[in-house]
């Protein structure tokens, strides 16, 4: 089964690491990707090596 990091959006299947909250369920293909997320609470919006980071600013591009 393959997860999708909640962070970088990365695809992985074995390592990952999983974080449970009482809300939801997060998939993190790493501890660094955990680590942001959840320690951090960095915006992965505006982590440069996150696809989400890729994506939302090739929108914005005029
Ligand atoms: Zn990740």
Redesign the pocket.
Known sequence: MAYK??????E?TASGHLHVTNKKKLY???S??LKNSVVLERDNKKVKW?EEFRRFNSLNKK
Do not use: A, R, Y
């Open positions: 990091c909640d962070f970088c959006g990365k992985f993190f293909c790493s660094k990707c996150t």
